[in-house]
């Protein structure tokens, strides 16, 4: 069983960069591909970006690409998602969540954290 715990949100202005941290604790991190998602108010969960259980594959939002990066240290058991260039769109609740594989969809990870708070002012 895999616990999550994501760090990092916060209040930042349009421009500016943000790196959000997910510890994971329990068995199994090291095996696990790794997705961020992120949730607005009174829209949909959305995938932003996933990282292979080495780190050697990624994947990313159409609207995050070239802006987000997504890494992982497994000797920490910590995820990583630095962004650069945020927007006022990009303010949203971000999870990240852990899967056999490595996947866009929300509904093939099984294990999820609380989510961290990210708001983008002008």
């Known amino acids: 069983q895999v616990q999550l715990i994501e760090s990092g949100g916060g209040l930042v202005q349009a421009g500016d960069s943000l790196r959000l941290s997910c510890t994971a604790s329990g068995r199994g991190f090291t095996n696990a591909a790794m997705g961020w998602f992120r949730q607005a108010p009174g829209k949909e969960r959305e995938f932003v970006a996933a990282?292979?259980?080495?780190?050697?594959?990624?994947d990313y939002a159409d609207s995050v690409k070239g802006r987000f990066t997504v890494s992982r240290d497994n000797t920490k058991n910590t995820v990583y998602l630095q962004m650069f260039s945020l927007k006022l769109e990009d303010t949203a609740v971000y999870y990240c969540?852990?899967?056999?594989?490595?996947?866009?969809?929300?509904?093939?990870?099984?294990?999820w954290g609380q989510g961290t708070q990210v708001t983008v002012s002008s």
């Open positions: 969540a852990a899967s056999r594989f490595r996947t866009v969809t929300p509904r093939d990870y099984n294990h």
């Open positions: 990282v292979s259980w080495n780190g050697g594959s990624t």
